[in-house]
Structure formats: C-alpha cells, structure tokens
C-alpha cells in the first residue's frame, strides 16, 4: 500500500529536549516535505527536498532542521524545541508538487512544555 | 505576496444538497490546481485536481471549476453526504500554498 508514516504520532516533551519526527514513503517519489497545522492558520511549510540531498527553506523554517540522505526519509529535526512548535506535523511527498498531488502522512502532534 | 484565499472559512449544508466551495488565486502563471479533504485526525488527502488548459474536471460526485480570467477555483461536491464532513484545502503551484480551509459541516 502506498504510503507516508510518520513517527511519532505523539509526543510531549520539554523544552530545549532534541527531538526527531522520522518521515518515510514507500512509493519512490522524489519531491518531500514538512508542514505545520496551526488553527486559523492552515498548512504551512516547513521545508521540502526536490531530491537526495537537496533541500531548501519553506515559509517557517526557523527552529527546524532537515536531511535528505536516502529517497524515502525526511527527517524533520527539533534541536532546541520551544513551546511555540507545540503543533500538528505532517509529512508529504509527490512525484512531482508542480504536476502531481503530494499524499499525506497522518499527522504528528507535538506539544513543548 | 501571493493570495491563498478560500472565501468562507466554514459552510453547513443540508445532507443531500449540493455543496460550492470557493477560492482564490492569485499567480496568473499557475499551471496545476489540487483539492484536498482532511478528516478529523486525519492528514489531506487528494480528491481532483485540473490543469490551467481546462475550466471543467468532473470526478464521482466532484467538480472543480477553473475560472482563469478571475482566478478562481470551485469545488462542487453533488448530493452531499455526511461523510463528506471535513476541511478543504485548495492548493496550486510549486510549493502549495494551502491556506486555512474551509470547515464543511453537513446536516443530517
């Protein structure tokens, strides 16, 4: 079955704690990326990758990090998490964003304490 | 910068009805346009998409409607169904721009 898994689906933690929601797809595409879910304020982007090994800045990327070492993962990385992250994650990835529907991972809820 | 809007952040329909979602856009250069559903706990998932050298798709009981002299997009949803209850995203370009959505209660 085609598909985006992101763990963990939830997690609460603390303050300046690293943590790492892992992101991996099963259907070869080449285009990743990170959104955050706020209400009132939709889906926003956090990152995305065209490719191994390239990556580039979405719309809020501060206090996050990525990587893109194999096709199928995409790491989003929380080196010093704040509460302002606290926030609903999801992962997604398409065969091609300008031509082709990205699928969804189910969602990562985070809260920082 | 660039108009992500959606024109009603929420609607209620009667069950049976048809459903207009709307929502506008504004990079005449757009090239590829996408509907997405999200259920409650649940990411966005795709339901019709349509290029910019067509103004009419139709789908199972979906239509979307690209009007490009105004830059608007509609999604129509025939014969609404309680199922059909969630949040909906338009989205176009290459790094899909969403927006907040618009929340569709359906009334039984």
């Known amino acids: 079955e085609a598909q985006v898994t992101q763990n963990p689906r939830y997690l609460i933690t603390v303050t300046g704690k690293k943590l790492t929601v892992t992101c991996s797809q099963n259907?070869?595409?080449?285009?990743m990326s990170w959104y955050r879910q706020d209400p009132g304020l939709g889906l926003r982007q956090i990152y995305y990758?065209?490719?191994?090994?390239?990556?580039d800045k979405g719309d809020v990327p501060e206090g996050y990090k990525v990587s893109r070492k194999e096709k199928r993962n995409f790491p989003l990385i929380l080196e010093s998490p704040s509460p302002n992250q606290t926030s609903l994650y999801f992962c997604?990835?398409?065969?091609?964003?300008?031509?082709?529907?990205?699928?969804f991972g189910d969602g990562t809820r985070l809260s920082i304490l | 910068g660039e108009s992500v809007g959606l024109h009603l952040p929420t609607l209620s329909v009667q069950e049976g009805d048809n459903s207009i979602i709307n929502c506008a856009y504004s990079?005449?250069?757009?090239?590829?346009f996408i509907w997405y559903k999200q259920e409650s706990g649940k990411g966005p998932q795709f339901i019709i998409d349509?290029?910019?050298?067509?103004d009419k798709r139709q789908g199972q009981r979906v239509t979307v409607l690209l009007n490009k002299t105004v830059k608007h997009l509609s999604l129509q949803i025939a014969a609404t169904q309680p199922g059909d209850s969630a949040v909906y995203f338009c989205?176009?370009?290459?790094?899909?721009?969403f927006g907040a959505g618009t929340t569709v209660t359906v009334r039984a």
């Open positions: 997604a990835s398409s065969l091609s964003p300008g031509a082709w529907a990205q699928h």
């Open positions: 259907m070869n595409h080449e285009y």
């Open positions: 990079n005449s250069a757009s090239d590829y």
């Open positions: 989205s176009w370009d290459y790094k899909l721009s």
């Open positions: 349509i290029r910019s050298n067509m």
């Open positions: 990758s065209m490719n191994v090994e390239v990556t």
